[in-house]
């Protein structure tokens, strides 16, 4: 599959609104409001770089922020009809106005929210959490994951309201959250082990769990996400396994190649995070596709280099832009982990670059911060 490149940004903005099309019952319906966030994803048709380095990341986050100060502290139905997330998708994509826009998120509450791609379609998710104890049986001896512990797991279940033909408002999240019940009832404070399918309870294992339990009555699911930690968690569609692994790293740079205006081109830092992604099939034994401690011990020598450190020092990073920078970290890591299809990387949060050479993953919500 070709490379692709992407920029990501995102905003923030308080509003109220109604929901008229809902059912006068439905707590949307009256007069609420949010604390919203909206992403926005730019490919790589606008994606040419000039003397002013990521212009292009920095075009898109200030028409962002202007976007969403017009609606900033304000009733959205004096600007937007049917404010829904979706229709806020949509409004947004007109006001930035910009060529290459391939995907518009709205996140309504750090549980719920759309994302609207540049074909129209739209998917949406909601998220849900629940506490429980597991012990992988299969690992090798000494693993760590073959002793009993637990996490605060979560899953976000992604629909595509495409197929929500007969319902003018698509989706209803309390339809989701009605389907989520039983299981989640099965699941919270449980030890997985116990339940019947879940005897090898890895995150690969369980959103399969979810995803053939929930099918049959919800045709709209399109991906299941379990987060086993903060910093890894699995992606099923019913046949395709993807992980993916987080890290953080502090580091300086200088943006040489910008002018001398921009505050790049001097000494700065940033709170790197990135996520790498990987595509597997799934080890029979095992349960899993490749496992998140060989991901983070595969990263680590990477790591070492850059975290604590001035980017600008590292054969290849003499002027670190988001661009370069996540093509250097692909160069590096591609070797070590061949299962790699994918690269975010975030300069703040929410900010950044995408290097994608697979499929695409379902997008992941944003944690509140």
Same mark, same amino acid.
């Given at each position: 599959m070709s490379e692709r490149f992407y920029y990501e940004a995102i905003s923030r903005f308080? %509003? %109220?609104r109604r929901v008229g099309i809902l059912p006068s019952s439905h707590r949307s319906h009256g007069l609420h409001g949010h604390s919203f966030i909206v992403r926005a994803r730019l490919g790589e048709v606008a994606t040419t770089k000039n003397k002013d @380095? *990521?212009?292009n990341l920095s075009s898109l986050v200030q028409r962002l922020k202007r976007c969403s100060a017009k609606i900033d502290y304000t009733l959205l139905n004096d600007t937007i009809e049917e404010p829904t997330n979706e229709n806020l998708a949509r409004w947004f994509h007109g006001c930035l106005d910009m060529d290459g826009i391939s995907n518009i998120g709205i996140q309504s509450t750090i549980n719920e929210g759309a994302d609207l791609d540049a074909d129209n379609s739209v998917h949406i998710w909601r998220r849900f959490r629940f506490e429980a104890a597991h012990q992988l049986p299969n690992v090798p001896p000494g693993h760590q994951c073959g002793q009993t512990h637990g996490h605060g797991f979560e899953v976000v279940l992604h629909a595509n309201q495409s197929l929500a033909k007969d319902d003018p408002m698509g989706i209803d999240f309390d339809l989701i959250d009605a389907m989520w019940a039983p299981l989640h009832q099965q699941l919270n404070y449980k030890n997985l082990n116990s339940i019947d399918g879940l005897e090898n309870p890895t995150s690969e294992n369980i959103a399969a769990w979810i995803w053939e339990r929930l099918k049959d009555e919800f045709v709209e &699911? #399109?991906?299941? #996400?379990v987060y086993e930690t903060k910093s890894s968690g699995c992606h099923y569609d019913g046949e395709n396994y993807r992980i993916w692994k987080e890290r953080g790293f502090e580091s300086a740079l200088v943006i040489a190649n910008t002018a001398k205006h921009n +505050?790049? !081109?001097y000494l700065h830092g !940033? #709170?790197?995070l990135i996520r790498l992604h990987l595509? %597997? +099939?799934l080890d029979e034994v095992y349960g899993w596709t490749v496992d998140y401690g060989d991901v983070k011990e595969k990263f680590s020598p990477i790591y070492k280099q850059l975290d604590h450190n001035q &980017?600008? *020092?590292i054969d290849g990073l003499k002027s670190p832009d988001i661009r370069t920078f996540v093509n250097w970290i692909k160069a590096q890591v591609s070797p070590k982990i061949p299962e790699l299809d994918r690269i975010d990387l975030y300069e703040t949060p929410g900010c950044g @670059?995408? &290097?994608s050479w697979g499929s695409e993953p379902p997008i992941l919500p944003i944690k509140a911060l």
């Amino acid at each position: 599959m070709s490379e692709r490149f992407y920029y990501e940004a995102i905003s923030r903005f308080e %509003a %109220a609104r109604r929901v008229g099309i809902l059912p006068s019952s439905h707590r949307s319906h009256g007069l609420h409001g949010h604390s919203f966030i909206v992403r926005a994803r730019l490919g790589e048709v606008a994606t040419t770089k000039n003397k002013d @380095g *990521d212009k292009n990341l920095s075009s898109l986050v200030q028409r962002l922020k202007r976007c969403s100060a017009k609606i900033d502290y304000t009733l959205l139905n004096d600007t937007i009809e049917e404010p829904t997330n979706e229709n806020l998708a949509r409004w947004f994509h007109g006001c930035l106005d910009m060529d290459g826009i391939s995907n518009i998120g709205i996140q309504s509450t750090i549980n719920e929210g759309a994302d609207l791609d540049a074909d129209n379609s739209v998917h949406i998710w909601r998220r849900f959490r629940f506490e429980a104890a597991h012990q992988l049986p299969n690992v090798p001896p000494g693993h760590q994951c073959g002793q009993t512990h637990g996490h605060g797991f979560e899953v976000v279940l992604h629909a595509n309201q495409s197929l929500a033909k007969d319902d003018p408002m698509g989706i209803d999240f309390d339809l989701i959250d009605a389907m989520w019940a039983p299981l989640h009832q099965q699941l919270n404070y449980k030890n997985l082990n116990s339940i019947d399918g879940l005897e090898n309870p890895t995150s690969e294992n369980i959103a399969a769990w979810i995803w053939e339990r929930l099918k049959d009555e919800f045709v709209e &699911l #399109s991906w299941v #996400s379990v987060y086993e930690t903060k910093s890894s968690g699995c992606h099923y569609d019913g046949e395709n396994y993807r992980i993916w692994k987080e890290r953080g790293f502090e580091s300086a740079l200088v943006i040489a190649n910008t002018a001398k205006h921009n +505050p790049e !081109h001097y000494l700065h830092g !940033h #709170s790197y995070l990135i996520r790498l992604h990987l595509t %597997a +099939p799934l080890d029979e034994v095992y349960g899993w596709t490749v496992d998140y401690g060989d991901v983070k011990e595969k990263f680590s020598p990477i790591y070492k280099q850059l975290d604590h450190n001035q &980017l600008n *020092d590292i054969d290849g990073l003499k002027s670190p832009d988001i661009r370069t920078f996540v093509n250097w970290i692909k160069a590096q890591v591609s070797p070590k982990i061949p299962e790699l299809d994918r690269i975010d990387l975030y300069e703040t949060p929410g900010c950044g @670059g995408i &290097l994608s050479w697979g499929s695409e993953p379902p997008i992941l919500p944003i944690k509140a911060l």
